[in-house]
């Protein structure tokens, strides 16, 4: 099913010479620790680099560096491990327009595929079949103009969207936000996945933004990063 504005089919993408590459800051098989697929064996393919510096980021060194590497060994290093699951992340993929071909290609070859965005980018060629996990970022990020508020006519049922909650004052912006642009009819209707609310990591008493949730009636799900309670906060590659 295609959101309002409505999302490319697989194959509708445009290649060239230069989207057969991506830089690569790691591959990796771990526990999906976010979102409502949270808690199931995944393959996690980091792309290098993103034009954001949210105040509160954890994947920084994901920002330089890297690996230049072909779709063909992302694909075989994909394929090293037994999950149907696969989530391109970053840094910010859809800064890469290599990441659409990517999507495709793991579509193509019969995986289920997350692609996590901060949302200062169109998803609108993002194949439909892809199940995008998106930001809307609150105040508290340093980076909320970068919102691309058109991204949300082109999100659906198969999607969700994510608020990273630093304080009192991200989740009032959260809370509007849901009601003004009815997100929360949308998910109540079934035209959108579900609604994210996720505590920086100790920034925020978890208690008081559990009563805030509650508080509200709206049907968001508390989520925390369960691959930093399982191995830490400052672990990579997990």
């Not at 680099?49 to 992302?74: H, N, Q």
């Not at 989530?87 to 990441?99: D, F, N, S």
């Not at 997100?183 to 008081?208: H, K, M, N, Q, Y």
Request: hydrophobic residues 40%; charged residues 25%; negative net charge.
């Amino acid at each position: 099913m295609s959101g309002a504005g409505g999302r490319a089919s697989v194959g509708d993408a445009s290649t060239s010479l230069e989207d057969g590459f991506l830089r690569i800051t790691e591959i990796f098989h771990s526990i999906q620790g976010e979102s409502t697929w949270a808690g199931l064996p995944c393959t996690f393919v980091r792309l290098t680099g993103c034009p954001l510096r949210c105040v509160w980021c954890d994947t920084e060194y994901a920002f330089t560096g890297g690996k230049r590497m072909s779709f063909d060994a992302i694909l075989d290093r994909v394929a090293s491990w037994p999950t149907g699951l696969v989530e391109i992340t970053g840094g910010e993929p859809l800064a890469h327009k290599g990441a659409t071909r990517l999507a495709e290609r793991l579509l193509e070859a019969g995986y289920t595929v997350l692609v996590e965005t901060s949302g200062a980018f169109d998803v609108s060629p993002l194949p439909d079949g892809v199940h995008v996990i998106m930001d809307l970022k609150c105040p508290g990020s340093g980076e909320s103009h970068r919102n691309r508020w058109e991204n949300l006519d082109h999100l659906d049922r198969g999607d969700e969207v994510k608020f990273v909650v630093a304080d009192e004052a991200d989740w009032a912006w959260a809370e509007e936000t849901i009601r003004e642009r009815g997100l929360d009819r949308r998910v109540r209707e079934g035209t959108l996945g579900a609604l994210l609310v996720s505590p920086v990591w100790d920034e925020i008493d978890l208690e008081a933004l559990a009563d805030w949730i509650l508080s509200s009636g709206l049907p968001v799900r508390f989520q925390m990063q369960l691959h930093k309670l399982v191995w830490g906060a400052d672990t990579q590659g997990v």
